[in-house]
C-alpha cells in the first residue's frame, strides 16, 4: 500500500537523535534548529524524558478517561507552578489542532455565539473549525468553508469593535506571535485593547499558545510580556517533546459540564508522563531563562550578516529575514552544512525553532554556515 502523498519530502531518513542533532540511516549528522516544527523542546532523546516514558509504558501506556487517572492532575500542578497562571482548569487532547477545536468548541458553549474572529496570517491547524480560521484558502475544503469565521488585520481595533458589537462572536482567536505567518506580534496596546473589547462584548479571548509557549519565548506563555489574561490558552507542540500531547487551559469562570468534551487517547498515562518529565527539564535546566540569553546571542551574530535585515520572534522562537526569497539558502544549509531549518509563509524568512537547551556553539554552526554561503 502507498502513502497519502501529501508532503514534499527531503531525501533524508533521520534514524536518530541526541540533544540537538539527529543522525541519518547513513551515520550523518544534523544540526536540528527547527525541532520538528517546534515539537522538541528538550532535546532528542534526552536522558529523563527516556527514563520516564520507560518506566510508564512499562507498568501503563494507556487506559481510558472512564478511570482516574493522578498523572493528570500531577502534570495539571507542575504547568500550573511552572507557568505562574492561576485559576484555569485544564482539558488534555493529542494535538494542537484539537486543543484549538476544542477551544472554539468552548468559547460557543460558554456564549451560545457561532462566529469567530481571527487575523491575517493566521495558522491554527488544518482540522475542520481551525482551519476555517486559518489564513490559508489553499487548505480550506468546502466543507470548512461554511463556517462563522471572519478575518481582520492585525492592530486595526475599529473593525474588531464593529465586528464584535454585532453580538454574535464567540471568540476572539490569535497568536501572540504568528508561526507559519513569518513571526509577527502585534503591539501590547493591541493585545491590551482585544482583551479588554473581548469582555465588553463578552465574547471569549482565546490565545493560541500551541507554538510559542512552554518557554520557547523566554516567557512560559507568549502572552504574558502584554499584561493580559485570555479566557482561554491552547497548547501542544513542545508539551511532550514528541510524545502526542496537547492540552486546553480555560477560565474557572467557564463552567465544565459532563460530556461537553471528549477525547479517548487525550491524557492517557504515557502521554502525562511524558508532558512532566518536560516541565521537570525546563525547570532543574532552567530553560526559559537560557531562551531569553541566547536571544540576544542570536542578535549579536546576526548583525554581523549584512543580507539578515531584520530579526523577529522573541527567546527561541527566531525569525532572520533576508533581502532575498530562502528556499535555495535553506537548502543548502540542509545539504551542504547538515543543519535542519524552517520557513513560512514569508518567502524571505527563515525559521529557526531549536531545541530550548541549545547551545551557543550550536547557533555558532549556524552562523558560519550562513557566511559560506552567503558568501
Not at 96 to 124: C, M, P, Q, W
Not at 202 to 215: M, R
Request: contains cysteine; neutral net charge; hydrophobic residues 40%.
Amino acid at each position: 500500500m502507498e502513502l497519502f502523498d501529501v508532503y514534499p519530502l527531503y531525501d533524508i531518513t533521520p534514524v536518530k537523535g541526541e540533544g540537538a542533532y539527529v543522525f541519518d540511516k547513513e551515520g550523518n549528522k544534523y544540526l536540528d534548529l527547527y525541532g520538528g516544527h517546534a515539537v522538541i523542546s528538550i532535546g532528542h532523546s534526552h536522558p529523563a524524558y527516556v527514563n520516564s516514558i520507560s518506566k510508564q509504558v512499562a507498568e501503563l501506556g494507556f487506559y481510558s478517561n472512564s478511570v482516574k487517572n493522578p498523572l493528570q492532575n500531577n502534570l495539571a500542578e507542575k504547568l500550573k507552578k511552572l507557568s505562574g497562571i492561576e485559576d484555569y482548569s485544564l482539558f488534555l487532547c493529542n494535538s494542537g489542532a484539537e486543543a484549538n477545536e476544542n477551544a472554539l468548541k468552548v468559547a460557543s458553549f460558554h456564549t451560545g455565539k457561532d462566529r469567530v474572529i481571527y487575523f491575517e496570517n493566521a495558522f491554527h491547524g488544518r482540522t475542520s473549525g481551525v482551519v476555517a480560521v486559518t489564513d490559508n484558502e489553499n487548505i480550506k475544503a468546502p466543507f470548512n468553508q461554511h463556517h462563522q469565521a471572519t478575518k481582520i488585520a492585525f492592530e486595526d481595533t475599529d473593525t474588531l469593535e464593529k465586528e464584535l458589537k454585532k453580538g454574535d462572536v464567540a471568540a476572539v482567536i490569535f497568536e501572540v506571535i504568528q508561526g507559519v505567518g513569518g513571526l509577527d506580534e502585534a503591539s501590547t496596546e493591541f493585545y491590551q485593547k482585544t482583551a479588554e473589547l473581548c469582555k465588553k462584548y463578552s465574547s471569549v479571548l482565546i490565545a493560541d499558545e500551541v507554538q510559542s509557549g512552554y518557554g520557547r519565548t523566554g516567557d512560559f506563555f507568549a502572552f504574558q510580556k502584554h499584561n493580559i489574561r485570555p479566557d482561554i490558552i491552547s497548547i501542544a507542540k513542545g508539551m511532550g517533546n514528541g510524545f502526542p500531547i496537547g492540552g486546553v487551559l480555560i477560565d474557572k469562570a467557564i463552567e465544565a459540564k459532563p460530556g461537553m468534551l471528549g477525547t479517548t487517547f487525550g491524557g492517557n498515562h504515557l502521554a502525562c508522563a511524558a508532558g512532566i518529565s518536560v516541565l521537570e527539564v525546563i525547570e532543574k535546566e532552567n530553560l526559559l531563562k537560557n531562551a531569553s540569553e541566547l536571544f540576544g546571542y542570536v542578535k549579536e551574530k546576526a548583525a554581523e550578516i549584512p543580507q539578515i535585515k531584520k530579526i523577529k520572534g522573541r527567546g527561541l522562537m527566531i525569525g532572520l529575514e533576508f533581502d532575498f526569497e530562502i528556499a535555495q539558502l535553506r537548502k543548502e544549509l540542509l545539504y551542504k552544512h547538515q543543519i535542519f531549518t524552517g520557513a513560512s509563509a514569508n518567502k524571505k524568512l527563515l525559521r529557526i525553532l531549536p531545541p530550548l537547551n541549545i547551545k551557543k556553539k550550536h547557533f555558532d554552526e549556524l552562523f558560519k554556515a550562513l557566511k559560506i554561503v552567503l558568501n
